[in-house]
């Protein structure tokens, strides 16, 4: 059974930082590239940051550029994101996902791209 499980999203101040992390099993996860990606109140989700399978590839969206820094453990199976600098235009639900990446091809940005899909996690920033 796949299994994306979120944890580490919370209420933070703005300018505070925050880690979350995604556990993954059921499927062979080093033959993935996987992403982060949110979805804010009336707003469509949208990606934030995904890693190749081997972490050689490393794409962010502009948003977050500099600030979020995106990361993958192969033995733990588990992505990182750890987010600095937050504000209140970072409030969403960030979920983690899953693609079946063919070994030279780009970090996909589209989420109809990724196989897998874990629960979500909330990040909620004050101002």
């Known amino acids: 059974q796949v299994r994306l499980v979120e944890s580490g999203g919370g209420l933070v101040q703005a300018g505070d930082s925050l880690s979350l992390s995604c556990a993954a099993s059921?499927?062979?996860?080093?033959?993935?590239?996987m992403g982060w990606f949110r979805q804010a109140p009336g707003k469509e989700r949208e990606f934030v940051a995904g890693?190749?399978?081997?972490?050689?590839?490393?794409d962010y969206a502009d948003p977050v550029k500099r600030r979020f820094i995106i990361s993958r453990d192969n033995d733990k199976r588990t992505i990182y994101l750890t987010m600095n600098s937050l504000n209140p235009e970072d409030t969403a639900i960030y979920y983690c996902a899953a693609n079946r990446q063919i070994l030279t091809a780009p970090i996909q940005r589209g989420p109809n791209e990724y196989d897998y899909w874990g629960q979500g996690t909330q990040v909620t920033v004050s101002s």
């Open positions: 890693i190749s399978r081997s972490s050689s590839s490393i």
């Open positions: 059921g499927f062979t996860f080093s033959h993935y590239s």
